[in-house]
């Protein structure tokens, strides 16, 4: 079965994800995504039962090496580069109201 966002759907993720969208695109955007959905439906058709989940098309080694433990940056170095630093800490924009954890 193939799912078909509407208007309001993709108006809804883009606002979850915090993108703004003029009404004009919104036909763009709208068929696009319909198109991935489509295509994803056509991989879900797929049979896959004979694929190993984590088989790759080619040979992939991840290379290890020792877990060591090793002294850190002293504070200094490491606030080095930050954009405010105050008191041994890192100042960031607030993003979180102080009340309830809603997103400001």
Request: contains cysteine.
């Amino acid at each position: 079965m193939i799912m078909s966002l509407s208007d309001d759907d993709v108006r809804y993720v883009a606002r979850l994800a915090r993108l703004k969208m003029g009404n004009d695109e919104l036909p763009t955007i709208c068929q696009t995504l319909n198109r991935v959905l489509e295509y994803v439906s056509q991989l879900e058709a797929l049979d896959t039962a004979a694929i190993k989940p984590t088989m790759h098309v080619i040979p992939v080694s991840a290379p290890m090496r020792d877990d060591r433990v090793r002294a850190s940056l002293p504070p200094q170095e490491a606030l080095r580069n930050g954009p405010r630093v105050a008191a041994q800490m890192f100042f960031v924009p607030q993003i979180m109201d102080g009340e309830g954890g809603q997103p400001t």
